[in-house]
């Protein structure tokens, strides 16, 4: 399937980024892929980064804490607290970045998943609320946009070899 959806918008004036995307997939798998330790760390960060997950609790009041790691070695650690969990359709967290010891650094922004599954296909729109415009402004100049692409293009082809499995 050629040409999939993909939205990446920046607003400002409300302080969220958006993301849309179609994965060739159906929605019980790209569900796991965000919602499973095992999964998650195959895909979520920006070659040659990788991503370490120390522990995950996929559930409300649970949490996921993880690492993105760069080829020499370097941590950068991050915290997701799970705030509400609809399976197989919507689940909304807190993510902020984190020291090694847990200490979150906020403000954090608001994520809020969302999967349907029409023909075949997947569609994941993701709200990225931040109370902070310069917390966004910082996760932008970082290299979110490109860094995001990257892994969602990553899970693409995750997502294909799973499901022939």
Known sequence: MKNLLFDFIVDKTTKTVFVHRA????????????????????????KPWSSKTKFMDFKVGGRR???????????????????FISPKTNFKMLNAFADKDENPELP???????????????KVSIAIYNESL???????????????TMTLDYLEKLLGTLSKK
């Open 23 to 46: 994965f060739n997939a159906d929605r019980s798998l790209v569900w796991d892929a965000f919602t499973k330790q095992e999964i998650l760390d195959q895909w979520w960060a920006p």
């Open 65 to 83: 804490f993880y690492a993105m790691v760069s080829p020499e070695g370097q941590e950068h650690w991050s915290i997701q607290k799970y705030t």
């Open 108 to 122: 954090g922004s608001d994520w809020d998943l969302n999967f349907s599954e029409q023909n075949g296909a997947t």
């Open 134 to 148: 310069v917390r966004m402004e910082k996760m932008i100049e970082m290299g979110f946009q490109g860094g995001f």
